[in-house]
């Protein structure tokens, strides 16, 4: 790898990029751009998943060590047994139960389904992903799914009212 992820979170001059960074499989720094509107929805989904669920643990900017670097969802869960096996663990070397991804407008339809694949692959239970208006989609192992088994009840769209 070209860069460690423990490099990559030390750097200083790396700490106030408003990008998200990831590494890729080959260990190069990948960065995207957030909005305030995917910000905004970052939040606002982790403070859902909070209030929805009794126990566990809601993670922004999660990073995961896939088998094609480091991807870091915008959102996860994890349980407390999951915690407890992982702590806070940079990057998790597996991934928690749930992982969130918020669509940014550099975001193509094969690379999101390229995480939500590697999310899964790594022991993700399922992976919703939201585009910029709210619209949520879930996945679990085997395929999209109309709504979440682990979060029953969570809406298909998500808005600041």
């Known amino acids: 790898n070209l860069m460690e992820w423990i ?60 088998s094609k670097g480091v991807k870091v969802a915008d959102v996860a869960w994890a349980s407390r047994e999951f915690m407890d096996a992982n702590g806070t663990r940079t990057p998790y070397p597996v991934s928690p139960e749930l992982c969130v991804e918020i669509l940014s407008p550099s975001n193509t339809e094969g690379h999101i389904r390229e995480k939500i694949d590697l999310y899964l692959a790594r022991g993700a239970k399922e992976v919703w992903v939201c585009d910029l208006s709210g619209d949520m989609k879930f996945y679990n192992p085997g395929g999209e799914i109309t709504d979440s088994a682990l979060f029953p009840g969570f809406p298909n769209k998500v808005n600041e009212s």
């Open 7 to 66: 490099d990559v979170c030390n750097d200083p001059v790396l700490q106030d990029l408003p990008y998200k960074i990831e590494l890729n499989e080959w260990g190069q720094i990948v960065m995207s751009p957030a909005s305030n509107a995917h910000g905004a929805l970052q939040i606002l989904i982790g403070a859902l998943l909070f209030n929805m669920k009794g126990g566990g643990t809601v993670i922004s900017e999660c990073s995961v060590m896939t």
